[in-house]
């Protein structure tokens, strides 16, 4: 498989050089040249499928021969070595729960097949990389946990100060050994621009080799395809219309879902919850897209206010606004929406929600609301687990929030942070230097 540049289709690289370097030279984003269908056959027998069969059957489709069929086989079994359940709520609600991974966030299935995807393609080198991420959260501590202690590969978080949760903080910035948590003076947007300017930097390129682990890097968002082929194999009865609804920030979890539709995943309906981060509810209304800067809200993970992969969305559906309208639906809600949400789930169903998937449910309600729809099976993505946001949870629900172990273990242990402000010189300076 061949990956292009969304800033210039005649900007081929291999899927090895796709993964290695993250984003193009131009700037732009990869994406492959082309989704082969997987065969009809596998989707109509998907049910009796496990979850590693059907990551590998999905990975094999899409890759078409960039990885050996062993080494694929060994990376799939490794990535993907926990659950993604759908938990029902009732008859036409359910709950895709993405948090049984070992940060208890959607996060680690791309981060996991990551970094034993680049541990390989990386492995006949003399060159240490060192991947570059700005996170809002939870895709620091997915990317730090997968590649914490893989020889050959440095790790820089860049966070914004005080706009994290703290078990998430925690989570940044307690490993050590190859992980540096970088603490920015600003929002996650300053995060992203610092590490979108350092890639084009000639001289940094001249002493060290960057790559990147956020969904802009295209090894990310294949394994996130995965699950989406897994929810529909645990709902899919009588051919019944399926719903999709994502909580969005950076659109990385949506794209992937995209990618699965057209792999030939039959779901038609897409919708992409936001927080008062609204630009793309926006621009489903206006065609007209217009980046703001990020806002402080309780679903912090989708602060973002100029989300990279909208350059994919735009690409795959040739830059035409009628036929994205048409498969993604759009919603923005407020904080107290969200509480009162995670209110009425706990209330309802008995089921603890986080606020990011409380804003799923949110838009879930609004879209079957205003579409009258009635023969349906709805699911909404539950992108980390509760207890990482437990004074919230907690204050809302009125409940105490039990905290897995593996969250316990990393909030007993000493924060390391180097702070720096929104100027690139800082980044610039660090990377130089360390």
Same mark, same amino acid.
Not at 151 to 166: A, E, F, N, T
């Given at each position: 498989?061949?990956?292009?540049?969304?800033?210039?289709?005649?900007?081929?690289?291999?899927?090895?050089? %796709?993964?290695?370097?993250?984003?193009?030279?131009?700037?732009?984003? +990869?994406?492959?040249?082309?989704?082969?269908?997987?065969?009809?056959?596998?989707?109509?027998?998907?049910?009796?499928?496990?979850?590693?069969?059907?990551?590998?059957?999905?990975?094999?489709?899409?890759?078409?021969?960039?990885?050996?069929?062993? =080494?694929?086989?060994?990376?799939?079994?490794?990535?993907?070595?926990?659950?993604?359940?759908? @938990? !029902?709520?009732?008859?036409?609600?359910?709950?895709?729960?993405? /948090?049984?991974?070992?940060?208890?966030?959607?996060?680690? /299935?791309? %981060?996991?097949?990551?970094?034993?995807?680049?541990?390989?393609?990386?492995?006949?080198?003399?060159?240490?990389?060192?991947?570059?991420?700005?996170? &809002?959260?939870?895709?620091?501590?997915?990317?730090?946990?997968?590649?914490?202690?893989?020889?050959?590969?440095? @790790?820089?978080?860049?966070?914004?100060?005080?706009?994290?949760?703290?078990?998430?903080?925690?989570?940044?910035?307690?490993?050590?050994?190859?992980?540096?948590?970088?603490?920015?003076?600003?929002?996650?947007?300053?995060?992203?621009?610092?590490?979108?300017?350092?890639?084009?930097?000639?001289?940094?390129?001249?002493?060290?080799?960057?790559?990147?682990?956020?969904?802009?890097? #295209?090894?990310?968002?294949?394994?996130?395809? +995965?699950?989406?082929?897994?929810?529909? %194999?645990?709902?899919?009865? $009588?051919?019944?219309?399926?719903?999709?609804?994502?909580?969005?920030?950076?659109?990385?979890?949506?794209?992937?879902?995209?990618?699965?539709?057209?792999?030939?995943?039959? #779901?038609?309906?897409? #919708?992409?919850?936001?927080?008062? $981060?609204?630009?793309?509810?926006?621009? =489903?209304?206006?065609?007209?897209?217009? !980046?703001? !800067?990020?806002?402080?809200?309780?679903?912090?993970?989708?602060?973002?206010?100029?989300? &990279?992969?909208?350059?994919?969305?735009?690409?795959?559906?040739?830059?035409?606004?009628?036929? #994205?309208?048409?498969?993604?639906?759009?919603?923005?809600?407020?904080?107290?929406?969200?509480?009162?949400?995670?209110?009425?789930?706990? &209330?309802?169903?008995?089921?603890?929600?986080?606020?990011?998937?409380?804003?799923?449910?949110?838009?879930?309600?609004?879209?079957?609301?205003?579409?009258?729809?009635?023969?349906?099976?709805?699911?909404?993505?539950? *992108? %980390?687990?509760?207890?990482?946001?437990?004074?919230? @949870?907690?204050?809302?629900?009125?409940?105490?929030?039990? =905290?897995?172990?593996?969250?316990?273990?990393?909030?007993?242990?000493?924060?390391?942070?180097?702070?720096?402000? *929104?100027?690139?010189?800082?980044?610039?300076?660090?990377?130089?230097?360390?």
């Amino acid at each position: 498989m061949k990956y292009y540049s969304t800033n210039n289709k005649n900007n081929i690289v291999s899927f090895k050089e %796709a993964v290695l370097k993250g984003i193009a030279d131009d700037g732009g984003l +990869f994406m492959p040249s082309e989704f082969p269908k997987l065969p009809l056959e596998f989707i109509q027998n998907i049910s009796k499928c496990s979850f590693k069969e059907i990551s590998y059957t999905v990975a094999k489709n899409l890759l078409n021969g960039d990885l050996p069929d062993n =080494i694929l086989h060994n990376i799939v079994d490794k990535a993907i070595n926990f659950d993604a359940p759908v @938990v !029902p709520l009732d008859e036409r609600t359910n709950i895709l729960e993405l /948090f049984h991974g070992p940060t208890l966030a959607f996060k680690d /299935f791309g %981060a996991r097949f990551m970094a034993e995807t680049m541990s390989y393609l990386n492995k006949d080198s003399d060159k240490e990389i060192v991947i570059l991420v700005a996170t &809002s959260g939870d895709t620091g501590s997915a990317v730090a946990n997968g590649f914490y202690k893989v020889d050959g590969i440095k @790790v820089v978080l860049l966070y914004p100060g005080g706009k994290v949760s703290r078990i998430q903080e925690q989570q940044l910035t307690t490993l050590g050994e190859n992980i540096t948590a970088l603490e920015v003076d600003g929002t996650f947007d300053d995060c992203q621009k610092l590490v979108k300017q350092a890639f084009p930097d000639k001289q940094l390129a001249g002493k060290i080799t960057l790559s990147s682990a956020n969904s802009i890097n #295209i090894a990310r968002l294949i394994p996130q395809s +995965f699950y989406y082929f897994n929810a529909y %194999a645990q709902v899919i009865k $009588n051919k019944q219309r399926i719903i999709l609804s994502v909580p969005s920030g950076n659109f990385g979890n949506l794209t992937a879902g995209l990618f699965a539709r057209e792999m030939g995943l039959p #779901i038609s309906d897409y #919708i992409a919850a936001v927080n008062a $981060n609204d630009v793309f509810p926006d621009y =489903i209304e206006t065609s007209v897209f217009t !980046p703001k !800067p990020s806002v402080k809200t309780l679903s912090n993970a989708m602060d973002v206010g100029n989300p &990279s992969n909208f350059a994919r969305i735009l690409d795959m559906y040739g830059r035409k606004h009628d036929i #994205i309208k048409q498969i993604i639906y759009s919603a923005s809600f407020s904080d107290e929406q969200t509480k009162a949400a995670m209110k009425e789930v706990y &209330s309802k169903y008995n089921y603890v929600i986080d606020p990011h998937g409380a804003v799923g449910y949110l838009a879930f309600q609004k879209y079957i609301n205003e579409k009258k729809l009635s023969d349906f099976a709805g699911i909404i993505l539950e *992108t %980390a687990h509760p207890s990482k946001f437990g004074d919230i @949870v907690e204050s809302v629900i009125n409940k105490k929030i039990e =905290i897995p172990e593996r969250l316990k273990l990393c909030l007993s242990k000493e924060k390391h942070s180097v702070k720096i402000s *929104t100027n690139y010189e800082d980044l610039h300076s660090f990377l130089i230097n360390n």
